[in-house]
């Protein structure tokens, strides 16, 4: 078992929780994304109960995915919660994510009918506060 992997699922976990509802879509995609990582069900039900600390990936690349799965997670219920919003912003900066790039993701989403940001925008994004 990858305690990296655990603790990343803490992280959706906690950004899941912090308008204080877990939606079933929320939920499932945790599990959708628990089982990418062939992490079971009775050790996310686990997370539920005690999240793991927060760890910073080691590559850009893997801050960069794991920023976009957040955002996925806070979107995957259409709604957007000022809380939901506050753990992404403090997760993000903590990973090392600029504010800008924050800032702009946050806009952009609202521009899609499902909230997701296509890969190719997503470069873009990234590309103009990162080169």
């Known amino acids: 078992m990858n305690d990296t992997n655990l603790a990343l699922l803490s992280d959706l976990i906690v950004l899941a929780k912090a308008d ?4 079933d879509s929320e939920y499932d995609l945790i599990l959708k994304l628990a089982a990418a990582m062939n992490i079971a069900k009775y050790e996310v039900d686990a997370l539920f109960e005690h999240p793991l600390p927060s760890v910073v990936q080691k590559t850009e690349l893997q ?5 976009y799965k957040l955002m996925l997670l806070m979107n995957v219920d259409q709604e957007k919660h000022e809380n939901e919003i506050e753990v992404i912003r403090n997760l993000s900066i903590k990973m090392g994510i600029r504010p800008g790039v924050i800032d702009q993701m946050l806009v952009k989403m609202d521009e ?3 909230y997701i940001i296509p890969s190719e925008e997503l470069i873009k994004i990234f590309q103009t506060y990162y080169n």
């Open 112 to 114: 899609y009918e499902d």
């Open 63 to 67: 801050r960069i995915t794991h920023f």
């Open 20 to 23: 204080h509802v877990v939606t």
